[in-house]
């Protein structure tokens, strides 16, 4: 695509927040990138527009049938005042697969990448610089055609927002109170659980719910056909260390291909980590416990890096990993990876790409 992305320049600029109010998903940064899909046209009209609200017909078909996809990755700013992101183009990448997934035309990545890096530029104030804080950027597509017959829309906008985060656990990482789901399920197999949909996070939330209601912070999903192998863990990947190995569930079209579970495979075979991408089931995991081998349980994802799993509760059975304490290797990959994004150590996957320095 060799469009030239229009600019339209705001007519006033937002006060910024204070970098220790950040939280997650709070704050949006002064401009978007839009682009729209007719299917007599193509995407069209690339630019990049002050942060407004959308006008969208009641009938547009995201509202009813859910052709709803997204992505999530960030920008950092070094200590020398490069801007930098990790591994975009797997999510661009990603971005493809999901729109095949739901029906949704495909998107040229090398432009939707250049697109971005153009936002950040004009938005490079709002990348915080705190510590563990970053420019999440959420790229997103949605089915715009008013229309009400089940069908492929014809029509989609596909927009991209910043917002500056902080530290997902504060200064610390701490270690969280997994609840292991036996009676909902998050996705099946031959379903859409694979690829980055809203309806996915849509049909998560009941159970999320109920498990929050019982004082836990997020749940561990098993396969939907058995109830017996490990899936994910809320909306992030799972690793299990038993016995200086470490496991992840094997890709198996129900499970989300993360980018960070990706970097934490490839620093443990860095590393001489024994890893194995494996169908492990919850009853492995216990029976692993129950013999003293299991180390630590951690999960991955690009808005906490990685999240320690301090306790499971399956059927009424609770284990403590670690007792309660971070792991050494789960720091050590939290270290490293953010390390890397935040160019405080070597890179020697490649995993950086520059932006600019300001
Ligand atoms: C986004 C996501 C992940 C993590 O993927 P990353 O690319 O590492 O951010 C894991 N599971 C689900 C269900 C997700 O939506």
Known sequence: MKQEIAFIQSEELKVKPKADSLGFGKYYSDYMFVMDYHSEKGWYEPRITPYEQLILDPAAMVFHYGQAIFEGLKAYKTADGTIQLFRPEKNMKRFNESCDRLCIPQIDENFLLKAIKELILIEKDWIPEGDGTSLYIRPFIFAT???????????????????????????????????????????????????????????????????????????LWLDAKENKYVEEVGSMNIFFKIKGEVVTPKLNGSILSGVTRDSVIQLLKHWNIPVRE??????????????????????????????????????DRSIEINHQKIGQLSQRVYDEITGIQLGKKEDPFNWIIKVAQV
């Open 278 to 315: 494996e169908k492990i089931s919850i009853e492995e995991v216990f029976a692993a416990h129950e013999r003293g081998d299991l180390e630590e349980v951690f999960g991955s994802g690009t808005a906490a890096v990685i999240s320690p799993v301090g306790e499971l509760n399956w059927n």
């Open 145 to 219: 055609e008013p229309y009400l017959g089940v069908r492929p829309s014809h029509q989609y906008k596909l927009l991209v927002i910043l917002s500056p985060v902080g530290a997902y656990y504060g200064d610390q990482l701490s270690p969280v109170k997994i609840y292991v789901e036996e009676q909902y399920v998050r996705a099946v197999i031959g379903g859409v659980g694979h690829v980055k949909t809203a309806g996915n996070y849509a049909a998560s939330m009941k159970a999320q719910e109920v498990a929050e209601a019982k004082g836990f912070a997020q749940i």
